[in-house]
């Protein structure tokens, strides 16, 4: 097999364990897209990764979709991101297809709600691990802590619709930036 192949296979491989092993949708995907792709495989640097998750957050669709496509293509073109893509949608596809069938049967049961709460506390401390990971490796600047507290209040208690938020937040940081650099020049 070609060293093209194998990257296919791998980016296939890769993405399908990611979206069949992560439950909780794509923010619980992003510390093992973090592990395959930036630590194990390097398709990525850690750096890069803040960038595709911002990207991937800020244009449609889900984000471990996004990033999937986004980390295929720079692996392989089209073919990469259409297989990384593929990998990851396709076991949350056959389990949804699954767990639907089972769910009708199984609806009024007591155990099937308790198993749905523990799942969700499961989630959740998934999502913050993400959190956490991506608050430690973003700089820490003053105008960045007010804008992140910013963007939080009017999302949570505001009620700001997030697209609004995340070009007002883009939209600062470009002039953040180039304040930024004017301030540098004579």
């Known amino acids: ?21 992560t439950f909780g949708g794509g923010y619980a995907m992003i510390p093992l897209i973090q592990k395959e792709a930036a630590g ?9 990764l803040l960038g595709v998750v911002a990207v991937a957050e800020s244009t449609p ?6 990033a999937a496509t986004y980390i295929g293509e720079r692996v392989a ?3 990469g ?26 609806d009024g049961l007591r155990a099937v709600r308790y198993a749905f709460l523990g799942l969700k506390a499961g989630v959740l401390a998934l999502m913050l691990r993400a959190l956490w990971t991506m608050f ?21 208690f505001v ?8 070009l007002g937040c883009a939209l600062a940081g470009l002039v953040w930036s180039l304040a930024a650099e004017r301030r540098r020049k004579p």
């Open 40 to 48: 194990k495989r390097g398709w990525i640097t850690e750096e890069e």
């Open 136 to 156: 430690c490796k973003v700089p820490k600047k003053a105008a960045s802590s007010v804008l992140m507290a910013a963007a939080f209040l009017l999302t949570a």
């Open 81 to 106: 991101a259409f297989l990384a893509t593929l990998g990851v949608i396709l076991p949350s596809f056959v389990i949804l297809l699954a767990v639907s069938y089972g769910l009708r049967a199984a």
């Open 61 to 66: 669709g889900p984000i471990a979709v996004n």
């Open 77 to 79: 073109g089209f073919p």
């Open 159 to 166: 009620r700001v619709p997030a697209v609004y938020v995340l």
């Open 1 to 21: 097999m070609t060293d093209r192949g194998k990257d296919l296979v791998s980016l296939f491989l890769t993405f399908m364990k990611i979206g069949a092993f």
